[in-house]
């Protein structure tokens, strides 16, 4: 798991503000899926506390790692809508806890983070006209 993190970060650092802060879509295929985030940590979501939450096409995130698509939510149990995914996609969510992160660059170490998946492992999720998951984490998996 720690490792998975790890190319997640490593990941993280190669995107442009651009492509993490706005909602976008960059795949042509006709997936959609919507995206509910939910942050069970002591910390509070608000417009500066962000949730952020990338989709990727591969369940193996690392410095060559382009999300398909991301977003950020300002309220917790917030829900993102995204279209023209692949089939099958991966999730990754974070909470900016210091209230510091610009989605610039891969989320400062000790931000709390998910990767999508049971024991830390990538689960792809399916896309459709009514496809929707709800992403749920704490604070006990952290950037590296």
Known sequence: MQQQMKRAALGFAVLAM??????????????ALKVTVRYTGPGTVDA?????????????????????????????????????LPK?????AAFDERGDYD???????????????????????????DAAVTVTFDDTVRMP
């Open 48 to 84: 500066t506390h962000e949730l952020y939450i990338w989709v990727f096409d591969t369940p193996t995130i690392d410095e060559n790692s382009v999300p398909l698509a991301a977003d950020v939510l300002t309220r917790n149990g917030a829900t993102a809508s995204f279209t023209g």
């Open 103 to 129: 989605g610039s660059a891969a989320p400062p170490s000790g931000t709390p983070i998910v990767l999508y998946g049971a024991n830390g492992v990538a689960e792809p999720v399916k896309t459709g006209a």
């Open 88 to 92: 099958e996609v991966y999730l990754v």
């Open 18 to 31: 651009a492509t993490l802060a706005a909602p976008s879509v960059i795949a042509q295929d006709a997936g």
